[in-house]
């Protein structure tokens, strides 16, 4: 009798245990993940402050040289990406603030920098103001800026085989970046202004050679 009743104990605190661990895991991998939730929930600065902080923890040597966004976000990168994207594209002050930021964490990571090309140039048309910006706080004066050129004509795979639609969005992205009015924005735009005429050139000669 007391040789079963231990070994009901000894299962019963194996069982707890496990449970106990199995919690444990559950909760940290929910606290993991928050700070990318709350984000997307409410991509406000306080949300947006707790991102950079969640990067600076991983960038201990503040050489800003992260390998691969999974190796901060974890296991929901993709979800996260993917909905950080479209707030990208709706405009939204501090997810494209962010997104300047992803392109600094992860200077070595060619294949996610063209993947950020492809969304920063929806900016242009939905919040000009706000691309030039960018440009002037990340880009202009920084090693990134000869990644200005595919940032403000990249269209994406969207476009990929329609010379003609390539040609019509950067044409609408010229129109908004030459409406906006800034003196403190004067190079930012003059530059963005002949990088898309430049690619306009060059897809009406394409254009014209396939007729």
């Not at 991102?51 to 800003?64: A, G, L, P, V």
């Not at 909905?83 to 990571?109: A, E, M, R, W």
């Not at 990929?160 to 004067?186: G, H, P, Y």
């Amino acid at each position: 009798m007391k040789n079963k009743m231990h070994l009901t104990f000894n299962y019963f605190k194996k069982a707890l245990f496990f449970l106990i661990i199995i919690n444990t895991g559950c909760f940290y991998a929910h606290t993991k993940s928050d700070v990318w939730e709350q984000f997307i929930q409410n991509p406000n600065k306080n949300n947006y402050l707790q991102i950079i902080e969640k990067f600076e923890s991983f960038d201990k040597n503040q050489s800003r040289r992260l390998s691969s966004p999974e190796e901060v976000i974890g296991e929901s990168t993709n979800i996260f990406l993917e909905k950080l994207f479209s707030l990208v594209k709706q405009g939204d002050y501090f997810s494209c603030h962010l997104i300047f930021d992803l392109y600094l964490y992860f200077p070595t990571n060619s294949s996610f920098k063209e993947e950020l090309n492809s969304v920063v140039g929806n900016i242009v048309v939905v919040d000009a103001y706000l691309f030039l910006e960018l440009i002037h706080k990340y880009i202009f004066k920084s090693p990134e800026y000869y990644r200005l050129k595919s940032m403000v004509t990249a269209t994406g795979d969207l476009y990929t085989d329609n010379l003609e639609a390539q040609l019509i969005e950067n044409t609408n992205r010229f129109n908004a970046i030459n409406a906006v009015s800034s003196k403190n924005l004067k190079a930012e735009k003059e530059r963005c202004l002949l990088l898309l005429k430049e690619k306009n050139n060059f897809l009406k000669k394409l254009i014209s050679s396939k007729k």
